[in-house]
């Protein structure tokens, strides 16, 4: 049994007793149509629904804003090319990203307003219901949504302006091309990226110093068991200076030539050393050099298990055998440690015999070798 009410405001509420003969328990409130749909307001023609010439200024108007949008792309194309950055002047800085950066933002500016003013002044606009209908779509749906695409485009004139057509396209079309132009300063401007990659600031002769102080080690002083973090010996602030781009392995900065010349030292003993028969003179009395750089993607192998001889890489942990010529034993690391091949000079100190002999860091260059 069903009783109803209304209340002070005027909500119809139904109360169903307990355990009644349908079945339904409890309490059901249904709101009164309090606010009344105000419906739409009658439909005002705009001028360029009268006026064929203003609509044919809208439409001038739309598509000179998807040109002003190519323009605004190709100029921060050409801005980037010809206004190009100068290291240590920080008005070509200013003025190449500034420019850069107007181009962009108008190539972005000039597509939005023609869009919404193609929207407003140009597409149709009187307002249609959309009922909502089950997923998926019919036969008969899918058909009507073909005929609201074929309505839609004779509406907009998405086919017949092919001004405004073109120039958006165009203009889309432009838009990204300063995005992908950026990424050219990813690289180095004047020099082969994959010879750069290739070389480090071992040459010859070069001393294996410690890791910061930059004090140079000698043979004697590297016991069985102990693990040295190493850099070149003229990687020091005083020294790179005067140091050519070649002798800096092509690297501009000291962080970036230590980031690519840090070398881990290890002596083991030489019966636990099992090394290639093309690398036995890359050692000197168990003493062996290796990159710091891991082969997977190039954090710094920092860590060392005397008794295992494994060098781990915390980042994703890679281990590599430093007695079987630092191959991977584990990880997703894909090939072994680049050796630097050492030996000692007149005065009993570690020099390299050479740079590296293959690219250090991630395997990826690998490939380019
Ligand atoms: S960077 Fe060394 S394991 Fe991933």
Redesign the pocket.
């Known amino acids: 049994m069903a009783e109803e009410a209304k209340n002070n405001g005027g909500a119809v509420v139904a109360a169903q007793g307990h355990g009644s003969a349908d079945g339904a328990a409890g309490t059901a409130v249904i709101s009164s149509d309090a606010v009344q749909n105000p419906g739409l307001p009658p439909h005002r023609k705009r001028v360029t629904d009268l006026d064929p010439k203003k609509e044919k200024g809208a439409e001038r108007t739309v598509y000179t804003l998807f040109y002003l949008s190519i323009a605004g792309s190709l100029g921060a194309v050409l801005a980037y090319m010809f206004l190009p950055i100068e290291t240590g002047d920080p008005m070509a800085i200013r003025v190449h990203t500034l420019v850069v950066g107007l181009g962009m933002a108008l190539a972005m500016l000039a597509i939005g307003i023609g869009a919404v003013h193609w929207g407003k002044a140009l597409m149709a606009d009187h307002e249609s219901i959309d009922e909502r209908h089950p997923v998926p779509s019919d036969t008969e749906t899918r058909e009507a949504s073909a005929e609201i695409f074929k309505l839609a485009n004779e509406e907009s004139g998405f086919s017949r302006r092919s001004l405004v057509r073109n120039s958006l396209i165009g203009a889309l079309i432009a838009f990204p091309l300063p995005g992908i132009t950026l990424l050219r300063g990813l690289a180095p401007q004047d020099r082969d990226p994959v010879q750069l990659l290739k070389h480090t600031m071992w040459t010859k002769g070069v001393r294996l110093a410690r890791d910061p102080s930059g004090v140079p080690i000698k043979a004697s002083e590297v016991t069985i068991g102990s693990a040295f973090h190493v850099i070149p010996e003229t990687l020091t602030h005083e020294d790179f200076a005067k140091l050519s781009l070649d002798e800096r392995g092509g690297s501009e900065t000291l962080l970036d030539a230590k980031a690519k010349a840090i070398v881990l030292l290890m002596r083991l003993d030489q019966s636990e050393l099992n090394e290639l028969p093309e690398r036995e003179s890359w050692s000197y009395d168990g003493i062996v050099a290796y990159s710091k750089v891991?082969?997977?993607?190039?954090?710094p192998?920092a860590l060392y298990e005397q008794h295992t001889h494994h060098l781990l890489?915390?980042?994703?942990?890679?281990q590599f055998d430093v007695s079987e010529h630092a191959k991977v034993v584990f990880?997703?690391?894909k090939r072994p440690l680049p050796q630097l091949p050492i030996t000692v000079d007149d005065e009993g100190y570690l020099v390299a015999q050479s740079d590296f002999h293959e690219p250090v860091g991630?395997s990826y260059w690998e490939r380019l070798k």
Request: with cysteine; proline share 18%.
């Open positions: 891991c082969t997977h993607v190039g954090c192998v890489c915390p980042c994703h942990q890679s990880g997703p690391a991630p």
